[in-house]
């Protein structure tokens, strides 16, 4: 059965670094659903496009009992709303205490910190939060950093390694390079 | 006056190589119509992500008269879409003749073919189709391509960069450094 991944949309997200999240993974073979914080309607992102989600959070909870990631976008206004979030972070809470796999990219790492998640653990982020973050976790300078069940990355130009570290975890590194190859990565990715 | 551009989004577009290039060229500072080939209405791209455009291919035309810029993403479908098209025929040929700058990335070339531009020219594409375009123009393998006004790249993984040398060919190579450097790109871009 293909693993499955939950990646949160919500107004403000980082385009970039939730459509490549998304299409990367569905590349991987992962089950990926864009779920949307506010329901299932269209969501501006921060530099005004326009992303429909598949649908709801509540309905993505429906065709899963559970996913093997779930995952948190950057881009200040989506991370922050998912930081404000108790839905988000029941759903965030729970995939902590099934040691499933959660990834968050830019400013997504602001919601670990809200919602009390691996405090302490190996972190990374946009460096535009590092302060906000460097008191509660172990906070490195790495483009990925993977503690365990815990995958973090820094940008919208960190997001394809990002992304492919999350095929790599749930699929493993053949598949990982098998989705690069046709992508064209840098090659000193 | 900021510079401005014409993006086409037609189904089965790369979603990434779609979205990374309005909002790159829009932290660039350049004024950017995600431009529906077919309407106004949500586009499903090739991974299933759905992105609404700006406006229609006709009503960008009437928000200005011509663009500094037109793109073409890639996502075979898409591709084939713009290629197939009299209407962005029409809208491409203008650009050449108005020495206006041209993008076009991973299977977008073709469209360039199809239309009869910039035959000749030294261009590159995603892999996949390099055979259907290296007896019409001088076909190279980099990553980003330069050639007077026309810009060509190869696929997801080189979007960032492609979407760099858009803004740069636009706004300068030091608007350039300044909209890289908050999206943490690799070293080696
Ligand atoms: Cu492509």
Chains 1, 2 share one sequence.
Do not use: W
Request: aromatic share 4%; with cysteine.
């Amino acid at each position: 059965m293909a693993p499955t991944a939950l990646v949160f949309l919500a107004g403000g997200a980082e385009e970039m670094e939730t459509v490549i999240v998304v299409d990367v993974l569905r590349r991987g073979g992962v089950e990926t659903v864009l779920a949307g914080l506010e329901g299932s309607g269209p969501v501006q992102c921060s530099r005004h496009v326009t992303v429909v989600p598949d649908c709801s959070v509540e309905d993505a909870l429906t065709k899963h009992d559970s996913y093997d990631l779930v995952v948190i976008p950057g881009g200040l206004g989506g991370a922050k709303a998912i930081a404000a979030s108790e839905k988000a972070g029941a759903i965030l809470k729970k995939q902590r205490d099934n040691s499933g796999y959660i990834g968050a990219i830019c400013a997504g790492p602001i919601a670990l910190l809200s919602h009390q998640l691996h405090l302490g653990a190996m972190i990374t982020s946009h460096p535009s939060v590092k302060d906000q973050l460097s008191g509660a976790f172990q906070y490195t300078e790495g483009r990925v950093v993977v503690n365990g069940k815990l995958i973090t990355s820094r940008g919208p130009g960190t997001a394809i390694e990002f992304a492919l570290a999350l095929v790599e975890a749930l699929q493993g590194a053949a598949k990982r390079a098998e989705v690069a190859g046709p992508m064209v990565v840098h090659p000193g990715v």
